[in-house]
């Protein structure tokens, strides 16, 4: 497991709000808009803090990177709890192998390389940026006058106190794949992680959590029939479909699964996990999602608004040998400060909480 | 807000009572379990307390009592068994250990989670002289003739000529004084009070008894009922003065 705790300050709706207590699978609820997708954005940028988590960032909510040129003075902003851009945003944890503090705050500087530059565009974001690593910092462009005035410039930073690099990861970053709740992975993305699933030896998770949903496939494969691959499946005595024929629940178990199997020593977010998800194959996912995780070592964090995917989660919890192994917080307001307050619910309350109907998502 | 901790669902209806006959504030009564077994569950009750400090957290003002039945232990070791559940409870939540101790029953203690938000706990162990449970209380505050009810000593004499043993707590036995006590209070609620022509699983039901509306039955039916727990017992007994000075602590 990576992190067993976080604290964010000044990003998003965050004030500042700890979470303590991760598991392996982490479920969040609550109320809309009291910020479950922003803590995974959080997780995000503590685990990966470049600028290809910013520009992930970016698109999960829709900005328009030409936004970022025409109004650069605002463009980082919403980055910030009530847009107060003049105190920095840190992102921290303290875990077993992990010490690691993100600050973001905004630099205005004259970039004179970027003077003359009319155009934008995201490769010539990332070509500007550097790698982040503990030793240097990360400058981002954020936005470009093109008139070459003076721009905004996303400046991360990174300072550690007594940091144990994690094995592997001399970097200091872990290998975090977040999917959104509004956007579906590309099938060409997919087919590329399947075949190196496939080449390790792993393809078989993926048959077996497809015929969770659909016991009659039998195969699964991927092929380059048109411009790019795209994994196709079969059922018996059937030809092979490509996955975009099939339902929505299919494609997201693909994302998850190649998500995990394709990534060892991970982190993997999932917004809104019960999108697509009939509620009589919740347990059978959760199940599934247990055993890939403790397998490949990979921590999940994932969201949901949905009592039956709560409930799902919470009887699979209960049945793991180690009943450790999974935990669910529930996000809300204080009552007195309404800064956002992330309270662990023990699966054994939440079993309780759930059989007397007392509320369990804010 | 206040939330009070009972044992069993009727601990729960009886104690719901007692605080609207007291004219106190409405308060929420959680039961640690649906019927109460021989020995409370240590497990069952810290979840209580975890879920009690779930709904007092988002509260300002919060307060919770913990109301057990002493039954046949030292007073020492219920406190020593409410401050385990509470520290346990208390850590799985929060994830940080407390300092706060309740050394003596009936007073309360300020447990801190936050620099805004302080519960103040406090507990309480029904008991007649030091000993019993609710039924034992119910025994004492009766109010009306319990013939049928008292005529199960005649019953105890009849199956202990036939070589058939009631056992205290920690003996083996045929039956236990504690069955034995809850058949006496079932026999009075049923027999004593009631005539035989209104006798229904809607008329014997302690929800409704107390509360004046039944709890469901197997068909999910519910119904209204006249809530006579206050004729057929004295809630202005003298052995009811310990738990009402306890329930007036919460109106602070």
Redesign the interface.
């Known amino acids: 497991m990576h992190l067993r ?1 976080i604290s964010i300050q000044n990003f998003r709706c965050f004030q500042n709000t700890t979470a ?2 991760f598991k392996t699978i982490n479920l969040l609820g609550g109320q809309n808009n009291v910020g479950k997708t922003a803590f995974l954005e959080a997780l995000l940028l503590l685990n990966e803090s470049n600028a290809q988590s910013i520009i992930t960032l970016l698109k999960s909510r829709n900005v328009e990177l030409d936004f970022m040129t025409r109004m650069p003075t605002i463009a980082w902003d919403n980055f910030f709890y009530q847009q107060q851009n003049s105190k920095e945003i840190v992102i921290k944890t303290d875990s077993f192998s992990r010490k690691w503090q993100l600050k973001i705050g905004i630099l205005k500087q004259d970039e004179p390389e970027l003077k003359n530059n009319s155009s934008f565009d995201e490769q010539k974001l990332i070509s500007l940026t550097k790698e982040l690593t503990i030793e240097n910092s990360c400058d981002l462009i954020g936005g470009i006058n093109k008139d070459g005035h003076t721009v905004g410039m996303y400046h991360l930073k990174t300072t550690t106190d007594d940091v144990i690099i994690v094995r592997n990861q001399s970097k200091g970053i872990i290998n975090t794949n977040y999917i959104p709740s509004n956007k579906s992975a590309s099938h060409e993305e997919l087919a590329l992680i399947f075949d190196t699933a496939k080449y390790e030896g792993w393809s078989d998770r993926l048959l077996a959590a497809f015929r969770l949903i659909d016991p009659s496939i039998v195969k699964v494969d991927s092929f380059s029939l048109g411009k790019t691959p795209s994994i196709y499946l079969q059922r018996n005595n059937e030809k092979y479909l490509p996955l975009s024929h099939f339902g929505d629940a299919m494609n997201k178990i693909a994302n998850y699964v190649l998500r995990i199997v394709g990534s060892n020593n991970s982190v993997l977010l999932i917004d809104e996990i019960e999108n697509g998800i009939h509620h009589s194959h919740q347990e059978e996912l959760w199940s599934m999602l247990f055993k890939l995780a403790l397998e490949f070592k990979v921590q999940i964090f994932a969201t949901t608004h949905s009592g039956e995917m709560l409930n799902a989660f919470k009887n699979v919890t209960i049945k793991q040998q180690d009943s450790d192994s999974g935990a669910y917080f ?1 996000l ?6 309404q800064e956002i ?1 992330v ?4 699966i ?2 939440l079993n ?2 759930i059989q ?1 109907q ?2 369990t998502r804010g | 807000m206040k939330i009070f901790i009972v044992e069993s669902e009727n601990d729960e209806f009886f104690v719901r009572a007692l605080i609207t006959e007291m004219q106190q504030t409405a308060a929420k009564v ?1 039961a640690i379990e649906e019927f109460k077994h021989s020995n409370l569950s240590e ?1 069952a009750l810290k ?2 307390i ?2 009690a400090l ?2 007092l ?4 003002g919060a307060m919770l009592g913990i109301v057990l039945d002493i039954d046949e232990a030292a007073q020492q070791d219920r406190l020593d068994l409410v401050n385990r559940c509470i520290q346990k409870a208390f850590y ?4 940080r250990d407390i300092d706060t101790i309740l050394s003596q029953t009936n007073q309360l203690y300020p447990l801190r989670i ?1 620099e ?2 302080t519960v103040q706990v406090a507990c309480h162990f029904t008991n007649v002289d030091g000993k019993g449970e609710l039924e034992t209380v119910l025994k004492s505050i009766k109010t009306q003739d319990s013939t049928f009810a008292d005529c199960l000593e005649c019953w105890q004499k009849c199956f202990e000529q036939r070589n058939k043993k009631l056992a205290a707590k920690g003996e083996q036995g045929d039956i236990t004084d504690k069955e034995m006590l809850k058949l006496w209070v079932d026999f009075y609620k049923r027999f004593d009070t009631m005539k035989k022509s209104k006798r229904n699983e809607f008329s014997t039901d302690w929800k409704g008894i107390w509360l004046g509306e039944t709890a469901p039955n197997k068909r999910g039916e519910t119904r209204q009922v006249e809530a006579r727990g206050t004729t057929i017992f004295d809630l202005n007994h003298t052995v009811l003065n310990d738990l009402k000075n306890f329930i007036r602590l919460f109106e602070q």
């Open positions: 705790n303590q207590g529930m809300d307001r204080h009552h007195t400060t307050i309270q662990k619910i023990p054994a309350t309780e909480r007397t007392k509320p | 959680y497990t979840t209580q975890s879920s779930i709904d957290r988002s509260i300002n799985e939540n929060f994830e936050d805004y938000t």
